[in-house]
């Protein structure tokens, strides 16, 4: 199946700074990128919704200013969470997907809060 | 709203036991419906998947019908391995690339 890399695999930051998690699709262009939380044995959250040049569509209760998300090109997603706090430690996840195509799942992003 | 409810976890057989995990989800319409399995430390990968009713997936000897009537999509392989030790999540979409709704995951530990 196609590749979805998620970068990095785990970051630990201090709270109150930022951090980018970067999501690619390595060999297929994706139209349609998506942004999972999951908390620790629990399932996986949907955040929000990104198409390539336009604005994120988030879940209700997911806050558009603390986790920005950009779909600037057909191979790249980012996910920043500015000013981290404790409580937004968990794994994030992304899948991608061209058109109407099967979604890909990256490998997943640890960050942890300190 | 629309949702996905399966069998919580933990699971614990013994290696070749025969394996179910239960899995219904309600929808307003007829979404696709898959199984995705989380090996420890990495992301979810695809397992099997179903499209419309009477749809049976199949891959690595896991199987799983989309049943309209009963509004099921339960998980079965005839002989479990310890490699199958993983957690299992029941999931449905609207179309391969809209947004996947989870169920919560079972976690699935087999015994040599």
């Known amino acids: 199946g196609a590749v979805v890399s998620q970068h990095p695999s785990w970051v630990i930051c201090k709270s109150g700074t930022s951090v980018k998690i970067e999501c690619r699709s390595l060999?297929?262009?994706?139209?349609?990128m998506f942004w999972y939380r999951q908390f620790p044995k629990q399932s996986l959250m949907l955040m929000a919704t990104?198409?390539?040049?336009?604005?994120?569509?988030?879940e209700q209760g997911v806050e558009k200013d603390k986790f920005l998300i950009n779909h600037a090109s057909l191979t790249l997603s980012t996910l920043t969470v500015t000013s981290a706090h404790p409580e937004d430690s968990s794994f994030y996840i992304c899948s991608a997907s061209q058109g109407d195509t099967e979604a890909f799942f990256g490998q997943g992003t640890r960050l942890t809060v300190v | 709203g629309d949702s996905v409810t399966q069998m919580e976890g933990p699971v614990t057989l013994s290696e070749e036991a025969f394996l179910t995990i239960n899995c219904t989800y309600t929808?307003?319409?007829?979404?696709?419906l898959f199984w995705y399995v989380q090996y420890p430390g990495e992301g979810l990968q695809l397992l099997l998947k179903a499209t419309k009713a009477d749809d049976k997936g199949s891959n690595k000897g896991f199987e799983a019908t989309y049943r309209k009537e009963t509004t099921s999509f339960h998980l079965e392989k005839g002989s479990v391995q310890v490699s199958d030790s993983a957690v299992y999540f029941c999931?449905?979409?609207?179309?391969?690339?809209?947004?996947?709704?989870f169920g919560s995951g079972t976690r699935l530990s087999i015994r040599p």
């Open positions: 999931a449905r979409a609207y179309s391969s690339a809209s947004k996947i709704i």
């Open positions: 060999d297929f262009q994706a139209t349609t």
């Open positions: 929808a307003t319409g007829y979404p696709s």
């Open positions: 990104s198409n390539e040049g336009s604005k994120a569509t988030y």
